[in-house]
């Protein structure tokens, strides 16, 4: 079943990206919750919007697609020009300073304007630590993820 979702995955951002008008190379490797896409593309900005807000769309999209014609839903994560690496190196800083500043000063520190995936970038990182632990508080654009010491 692997090989033949790969191929609906690869079909399908293909087809999207045809409808766009972005000419660009991908590569689809599978992980345990769905699927890294690396775009290769001139057209990065584009891709990448505002603060990474069309990409995060156009991944939701892509992710929408693709699990209709596969049947169940699959994560799909959408990478461009080492964008959300990037982002991602950044989170882990701002996260370890954080914590820092939590387990130092024993209150806690709130961190506004985060993606999904970002909150999830940090929450992943002190799901085993002892000393902190994270939460996420709100609903929508106005959700926010909150460290918080562990005692």
């Known amino acids: 079943m692997e090989k033949k979702e790969t191929k ?4 399908t951002t293909k087809e999207l990206l045809k409808l766009l008008g972005i000419d660009g190379a991908i590569k689809v490797t ?3 919750d769905g699927a890294d896409i690396v775009l290769e593309t001139e057209e990065r ?4 919007g ?3 807000d ?9 992710s929408l697609c693709i699990s209709k014609k596969i049947g169940r839903f699959l994560r799909i994560s959408l990478e461009v020009g080492e964008y959300k690496k ?3 190196d950044w989170l882990k800083f701002l996260a370890l300073d954080t914590r820092g500043k939590v387990v130092e000063q024993k209150r806690e520190i709130p961190l506004p304007q985060l993606k999904a995936w970002e909150r999830r970038v940090i929450h992943l990182m002190f ?4 000393e ?7 609903e929508g654009k106005d959700r926010v993820l909150v460290v918080k010491p562990k005692n």
Do not use: A, K, M
């Open 8 to 11: 609906i995955i690869e079909e």
């Open 30 to 32: 599978r992980n345990e």
């Open 45 to 48: 900005g584009i891709i990448i």
């Open 50 to 52: 505002y603060h990474g």
């Open 54 to 62: 069309i990409l995060e769309s156009l991944q939701l999209v892509l």
């Open 86 to 88: 990037n982002r991602e």
């Open 127 to 130: 799901q085993n630590d002892e």
């Open 132 to 138: 902190v632990i994270t939460e996420s508080i709100g």
